[in-house]
């Protein structure tokens, strides 16, 4: 299921904008927090300073937190950070009105359009913030999503929730990510970011894409770059040194000094060819001067 750009806007509109919907909730990081009451479109005073993504690339998550998966069997985060696969992190709760499905709209887009195959280069965790969601409801959501990304493995595809039990093993994780959230008591919703954390296979933060649209591209090159260049092809693992996350445009761009640097290898190969050529031709003789240079070069033409 991909969803036209339009169709996205106008949800989006809708969800961020629409009287008593879910005005609680925020897509993006450094949203303006207004005076409670000012505007439905953005995160109220009263939530303010709790909701936010404060990045922490390099940090370790817990490898060891247990929530219950979609058959409601108690699981540990260790199982899918074994040292194997990157994972693609999602926090999300199934009574949300929509951000949370934009959320997972863009994640299967994702999964459906990269070349990266799911379950063999990758997996995915959506993880609910919200205590009151069942793994019924997870298991429901999963059915669907596996019906719209239909490539891959579907078991690679994982719907955690965590029950009041486990309830801290989520606040964990949010933290050790840096996923701030709030709970709204006025409208019994949550208020959070949108936006997708990727891990490495030992469960290092290596990057985040925010909105709830990922381009495959940022999407591939980011997975490439969790698994430290286990997984892609070579032009892949090439292409992560050129290009760079670029923060301010939330996108990778390419890298001028990487490619000066690519440039610079090249030079040095094609110079280094034509004296290996010219060594080889005079018999490892060296040039008195450019006249005898050219002069040799003109005789072997003929």
Not at 148 to 166: C, I, N, R, S, Y
Request: charged share 20%; proline share 5%.
């Amino acid at each position: 299921m991909r969803i036209g750009g339009l169709l996205r806007f106008v949800a989006l509109a809708v969800a961020l904008g629409g009287p008593g919907l879910v005005y609680a909730q925020v897509t993006m990081p450094g949203d303006v927090q207004p005076v409670d009451g000012e505007g439905e479109q953005t995160l109220p005073n009263r939530l303010a300073g709790q909701v936010g993504i404060e990045a922490k690339l390099g940090d370790a998550v817990p490898r060891d937190l247990t929530c219950l998966d979609e058959a409601g069997n108690e699981v540990s985060l260790a199982t899918l950070l074994d040292g194997e696969r990157p994972l693609m992190l999602a926090f999300v709760y199934h009574s949300c009105p929509m951000l949370c499905s934009l959320v997972l709209d863009g994640v299967a887009d994702a999964v459906a359009t990269t070349d990266l195959e799911l379950g063999k280069d990758y997996e995915v965790l959506a993880v609910s913030i919200d205590p009151r969601d069942t793994p019924a409801r997870a298991d429901s959501a999963k059915a669907r999503y596996a019906r719209v990304v239909q490539v891959g493995d579907p078991d690679a595809l994982h719907f955690w929730t965590v029950g009041e039990a486990h309830e801290a093993s989520v606040e964990a994780l949010a933290d050790a990510v840096g996923f701030r959230y709030a709970y709204d008591a006025r409208t019994g919703e949550y208020a959070h970011n949108a936006a997708i954390v990727m891990l490495s296979p030992g469960g290092i933060v290596t990057r985040y894409l925010y909105g709830i649209t990922y381009p495959p591209r940022d999407v591939k090159l980011a997975l490439v770059e969790a698994s430290d260049g286990t997984v892609g092809s070579t032009l892949d693992r090439f292409l992560i040194t050129c290009y760079q996350y670029d923060a301010d445009a939330q996108s990778y761009s390419l890298y001028a000094l990487a490619l000066l640097k690519w440039a610079g290898v090249l030079l040095l190969v094609v110079f280094g060819g034509a004296f290996l050529v010219y060594w080889m031709r005079t018999g490892g003789k060296a040039p008195t001067s450019w006249d005898d240079a050219l002069s040799d070069r003109a005789s072997s033409a003929h």
